[in-house]
């Protein structure tokens, strides 16, 4: 946007002062506001909830693999999936065991969710690990790192795509019907 940010340290107290500069256009009219407004507060619905209708309808009988280790993130997947109608998620707390339940019976599921920082064994080693052993089913990489450089290293390693967290729900539900919505062979 043109400008900067900068902090220093507080020189009354603890902590530290931000501050930052940005080149905003100027708006001409009331018009322009009621637009941006409008715009802001209208989401484009069409295509979420047509998303959201064809991943219902591919999602009952699938089964997904949750691997993450946080207790909140793994709460909100879980409730994101079962609003979504998957009924079938198991879950596993760490790469070890994603690798167990993966490897158990290659073709129990129809996609693993990979958070790529877990304890024992993380998500790209998991998925090095499941791919040596023939294992197919597609993995989504879940992670802040959301860096081009990032995405293309988890791709290169064997994992079939990417959704950055904060999960956007669009975005993962594009994800989930791209890797579910296609029947495998």
Same mark, same amino acid.
């Given at each position: 946007?043109?400008?900067s940010?900068?902090?220093? %340290?507080? %020189?009354?107290t603890r902590?530290?002062?931000?501050s930052? @500069?940005a080149?905003?256009r100027?708006l001409e009219g009331?018009?322009?506001?009621?637009?941006?407004?409008?715009n802001?507060?209208t989401p484009?619905?069409s295509?979420?909830h047509?998303?959201?209708?064809r991943?219902?309808?591919? +999602? %009952?009988?699938?089964?997904?693999?949750?691997?993450e280790?946080?207790f909140?993130?793994?709460?909100?997947? @879980?409730?994101?999936?079962?609003g979504?109608c998957f009924?079938?998620v198991?879950?596993?707390?760490?790469?070890?065991?994603?690798?167990?339940?993966?490897?158990d019976?290659?073709?129990?599921?129809?996609?693993?969710l990979?958070?790529?920082?877990? %304890?024992?064994?993380d998500?790209?080693?998991?998925?090095?690990?499941?791919?040596?052993?023939?294992?197919? @089913?597609?993995i989504?990489a879940m @992670? +802040?790192? +959301?860096?081009?450089e990032?995405?293309?290293?988890?791709?290169a390693?064997?994992?079939n795509?990417h959704?950055a967290?904060?999960?956007?729900?669009?975005?993962?539900?594009?994800?989930?019907?791209?890797?579910?919505?296609?029947?495998?062979?």
């Amino acid at each position: 946007m043109g400008g900067s940010i900068s902090f220093q %340290p507080n %020189p009354e107290t603890r902590g530290s002062i931000f501050s930052f @500069t940005a080149k905003l256009r100027r708006l001409e009219g009331i018009e322009q506001v009621d637009q941006i407004l409008v715009n802001l507060k209208t989401p484009p619905h069409s295509q979420f909830h047509e998303t959201m209708a064809r991943i219902k309808e591919v +999602a %009952p009988g699938k089964r997904v693999l949750l691997a993450e280790d946080n207790f909140i993130n793994r709460k909100v997947m @879980t409730l994101i999936l079962k609003g979504l109608c998957f009924s079938r998620v198991d879950l596993a707390l760490d790469g070890m065991e994603a690798v167990a339940k993966a490897s158990d019976d290659p073709l129990f599921y129809d996609l693993i969710l990979m958070d790529v920082s877990m %304890p024992l064994l993380d998500g790209v080693s998991a998925t090095i690990k499941l791919r040596g052993m023939g294992v197919d @089913t597609p993995i989504i990489a879940m @992670t +802040a790192n +959301a860096l081009g450089e990032d995405v293309q290293s988890y791709l290169a390693q064997g994992m079939n795509d990417h959704v950055a967290k904060p999960v956007d729900r669009q975005i993962l539900m594009e994800a989930l019907l791209k890797w579910v919505g296609q029947e495998r062979n």
